[in-house]
């Protein structure tokens, strides 16, 4: 396989790591309003926690999107 | 905008620096020219500057301007004040003006002045250097906040409470590590962020202007769906530039609250 094909089909494969960070961040939602559900009173008090849970799963999925580019952009 | 000549997609164009007048101005070597990145922080100052003008006029019976204005600083107030505590009250200034400056970028670089010929919007906030910078003033007053209160006793941050003595070396490695990395992921996180979404938007764009050009069957195929899903991605982004905006002010007042109450 020739070296600029090779780069290509990484950046693709990097994309499967956006699809599962994607599986990561409608988790953190789902399980908040699970809970919020049960316990509306605390709901209110925990959105911080949610954000950052949020953005440490959002991270992983930006991390992918910065492989990409950097094999299709830099390497 | 968009690559409208031909079907060559050049989603990358949008965040290429270049001077506004046409000319550099080189001084010594070093390029000084007033680029269009000066040209849009000058006007997210300019913009945020109108805004809060709006609630700065002290009335006795507040008006809508004071309204929008005051909900802001209350958001901000009440996050640190929630993170942080009593002590929070001192970072106000600080996180206000870092949060409002982050929003005010990220919406301005979403305005579509695209449709006025030889105008391009320019987001501020997607180069990692804009928002590295940002990332770096954040630790910065994490680290003299925590060491000028906590002198040397700030490393106990390191070192959770109730860890097993054996324990100790390694924890204190990984817990340094993931201090030493926050920078980097709070500048990355909105700088890839916007990144991601105006190449998006452009792809889209270049998607409906190509689809125009082909004609016949491309514009019911191509054209209609894009235009509708850009629609939809713009509100996100819209919902994006809020969110990333939050995040930034609340993981820093997360950092600061470890930096003045420790663990």
Redesign the interface.
Known sequence: MDAEAAKLLGAGLAAIGMGIAALGVGNVFAKFLEGALRNPGAAD?QQ?RL??G??AA??LG??A??TM?ILV?VA | MAAAEGSKIDPMHQFLIEPVMGSHWVVGGYDLSFTNSALWMVLTVVALWAFMMMGMRRQLVPGRGQMAVEAFTGFIGGMLQANIGPQGKRFVPYVFSLFMFILFANILGLLPFGIVPGVHPFTITSHLTVTGVLAIISFAIVLIVGFGRHGFHFFSLFVPHGTPVPMIPLIFVVELMSFLVRPFSLGLRLFVAMTAGHILLKVLAAFVVNGINLGGGYLALVTLPSLVLMVGITLLELLVAAIQAYVFALLTSVYLNDAVNLH
């Open positions: 008090s911080g954000f950052i949020f953005a959002e991270l930006l991390l999107f910065v580019i952009f």
